[in-house]
């Protein structure tokens, strides 16, 4: 695919995305800017939620990784399912009833103010690093087919990228991205699908299955050695219960506790309304991903077929270059017409991409201003104006943090960034789960900074009982005397480099790993506390 055309393709996304953010935007104030006015329909607010939950990373690592993990994947996705089925019959019922802008808010009702702040912290590492990811991805590709080509530099690509998003989501806020994420997922949509059928042609099945030659492409993909889903070896990184659970608990965290995902739920008219908006997602994230697992085999079926290599990445082999590679390198066309499966690609890239990218400043900026500054509470004596100003200048602020975590990424460059990002949430996110536990099941009341040191150890702990699966791997071959600190802490705690649970590997369930020491840590606290006031 041409620069030209690849710079047509974003010309026309951005053009729309700034026509819906100048008519949502005009009249947009602080009620609209955070909750949209509460009158989100709740359909729109579910196909947004599509493109905001399945990013960049999914578009392009998901497909990707097939051809080592299979369809396990699926595994974690019925994870998903039924967290979304928490989500809205247990999360969205105390939301709605508190009446809540910020769901922190409630740790600090309910908890105190100290827990709202550490839930908001957790939260705004989480997605600032998750965002700063999931963008990297995308600025990673336009720099090798667009501005690469013409002369630019990567941050100079990040800073137009970065200032276009900026400039449709200032001023509206959730009311542009309840709209604009909306048509995203659309594009994210088509785009899957345009791909798979001009991988289907490209290979020949739909040519032969016409013909009464062969399977159906669908058969043919079930056939696949690659298609197989559960995995039951209690050992294994990907054993269906790890994966399910752990699915369901991130899908927990990273949606119902996570307010970039929350706050346009919480634009809708009702909780009915909220709560058919967040079935249906769980739904339809199924359906698409499935179609995301699909074309991973056809995509590693086309390389064998064409006998083409996997793209390099710092001298490995990158499975997220794949999908790219035969997108934008003129591999595929769709009956004869060339230029619409890239053009289709870099729509449902974009789509998925930004669609996490711009809701991210809205939603940190309703975190900072709520959480921290209070200025939601009426009792401030801001007027509007002065709280507009602030809120842009925590707007903008917050483009400048996700530039330089993109800059972070891009020299910290990985092969592969699905199992980074969701790697990286089972240690932001545990402590967010284990507050909102503790909130709602227990009648406990920690209180005091120690609930901080808890939420920090925790995901330091987690991560040290990770590093024993593989202490024998990343030792094997180094000089003791030239490891890091970190290393050289880890060799002094296991120096026979032999992992700690034998055969046993920890997946995603270090999520609930980790908020289980928190709540452990709380429940002590609040233990002590009892013992003391008596």
């Not at 269906?240 to 506790?257: N, P, R, S, V």
């Not at 769980?282 to 697992?293: E, Y």
């Not at 005091?448 to 939420?455: D, E, K, Y």
């Amino acid at each position: 695919m041409s620069p030209t055309l690849i710079l047509i393709a974003l010309a026309l996304y951005f053009f729309m995305l700034l026509a819906v953010g100048y008519v949502t935007g005009r009249k947009a104030n602080e009620d609209g800017y955070f909750v949209g006015n509460k009158q989100s329909l709740w359909w729109m607010v579910a196909l947004g939620m599509l493109s905001d939950s399945m990013s960049g990373v999914s578009f392009i690592s998901v497909p990707g990784a097939v051809n080592v993990a299979h369809w396990s994947y699926m595994q974690v996705v019925f994870g998903y399912v039924a967290g979304y089925l928490v989500i809205a019959y247990v999360l969205l019922p105390l939301y709605y009833k508190e009446n809540l802008t910020s769901i922190y808010t409630y740790l600090g009702t309910r908890l105190g103010v100290e827990h709202q702040r550490v839930g908001a912290s957790f939260f705004v590492l989480s997605r600032l690093l998750g965002s700063a990811a999931r963008l990297f991805l995308t600025v990673a590709i336009l720099q090798t087919y667009l501005f690469g080509p013409m002369g630019v530099p990567f941050f100079i690509s990040v800073i137009v990228i970065i200032l276009l998003i900026l400039a449709y989501t200032m001023k509206g806020g959730i009311k542009t991205l309840v709209v604009t994420d909306a048509l995203q997922s659309v594009f994210l949509i088509g785009g899957v699908l345009i791909c798979v059928v001009a991988l289907a042609d490209g290979l020949e099945w739909i040519s032969f299955w016409q013909k009464g030659v062969g399977e159906s492409p669908w058969n043919r993909i079930m056939l696949s050695e690659m298609s197989d889903v559960f995995v039951w070896d209690a050992n294994s990184k990907v054993n269906f219960w790890k994966q399910f659970l752990g699915g369901a608990a991130m899908c927990i965290a990273m949606t119902g506790l996570d307010q970039n995902m929350m706050q346009k739920n919480l634009s809708c008219k009702s909780l009915g309304d909220a709560q058919k908006n967040m079935v249906t997602t769980g739904i339809v994230v199924l359906i698409v991903n499935v179609f995301f697992l699909s074309l991973g085999v056809m995509m590693h079926a086309y390389l064998s077929k064409y006998h083409l290599e996997i793209p390099m990445l710092n001298g490995k082999p990158s499975t997220d270059g794949i999908f790219p590679m035969l997108a934008l390198g003129g591999n595929l066309s769709l009956f004869g017409v060339s230029w619409l499966v890239p053009f289709a690609f870099m729509l449902g890239l974009s789509a998925a991409t930004f669609s996490s990218a711009d809701s991210v400043l809205t939603t940190l900026t309703t975190s900072v201003y709520h959480d921290f500054l209070g200025l939601g509470d009426a009792k401030v004596g801001y007027d509007e104006k002065r709280k507009k100003r602030v809120r842009q200048m925590l707007h903008f602020g917050f483009a400048v943090a996700l530039f330089f975590c993109i800059l972070l990424f891009y020299w910290l460059n990985e092969s592969s960034l699905i199992d980074t990002v969701l790697m990286v949430a089972t240690y932001t996110y545990g402590p967010l789960v284990a507050l909102f536990a503790v909130g709602i099941y227990t009648r406990w009341f920690p209180r005091g900074w120690s609930v901080v040191v808890w939420c920090v150890l925790a995901p330091l702990v987690t991560y040290f009982l990770k590093l024993s699966d593989a202490a024998g791997v990343w030792m094997e071959g180094k000089d003791i005397a030239k490891l890091n600190l970190l290393e050289k802490f880890w060799y002094s705690m296991n120096p026979s480099g032999r992992p700690w649970f034998g055969d046993y590997v920890i997946g995603y369930e270090s999520l609930i790993l980790n908020a289980a020491i928190v709540v452990l840590g709380l429940g002590a606290i609040h233990g002590v506390q009892r013992r003391r006031a008596k």
